[in-house]
């Protein structure tokens, strides 16, 4: 069997969106079937604490808030997670800045070799893309407010 390159590239330009799409549909549908399962191992282990207590006749223990109706108690949790993010995300994107621009400045440094030996330096200019945004970020690293602290998150 021969494969035709122009054929292969179409079948590729195809795929490639689907797999995306599948591949997201089930990262969600894992995630569904995996939070229902902790969550019935822990309505078992509720279970079986209990009865096992009714059966030698120990007070039962009281319930966990927000075992039964966790609504309330997760849309709570979620908003202190979202306001301790929203605090710690300025030092942490401060923080990730360095990192994240010599990253991106070494891989346009890279593409530029490359592309310059293996084909023109019209091509190898778009190198400058990947080198224009690693300088950026380390611009905002070496201009950025390196010593503000971070305010503590309280917790409840």
Do not use: C
């Not at 590239?9 to 797999?19: C, E, N, Q, R, T």
């Amino acid at each position: 069997m021969h494969w035709d390159v122009g054929n292969l590239a179409g079948v590729m330009g195809v795929s490639i969106p689907i797999i995306a799409i599948v591949g997201g549909l089930a990262t969600g549908a894992v995630a569904i079937v995996t939070d229902y399962r902790r969550r019935r191992e822990i309505y078992e282990m509720h279970h079986k604490e209990r009865m096992f207590a009714l059966e030698r006749g120990i007070e039962l223990p009281p319930l966990p808030p927000g075992l039964i109706d966790d609504d309330e108690a997760q849309v709570k949790h979620m908003a202190n997670g979202l306001k301790s993010a929203i605090q710690s995300s300025g030092y942490r994107r401060y923080r990730n800045s360095l990192r994240s621009g010599l990253t991106w400045l070494f891989v346009g440094l890279g593409l530029g070799v490359a592309l310059t030996l293996n084909r023109d330096l019209e091509t190898a200019s778009w190198a400058l893309i990947p080198i224009g945004l690693g300088m950026a970020k380390l611009l905002y690293y070496l201009l950025g407010e390196r010593g503000a602290p971070v305010p503590p998150v309280p917790r409840q």
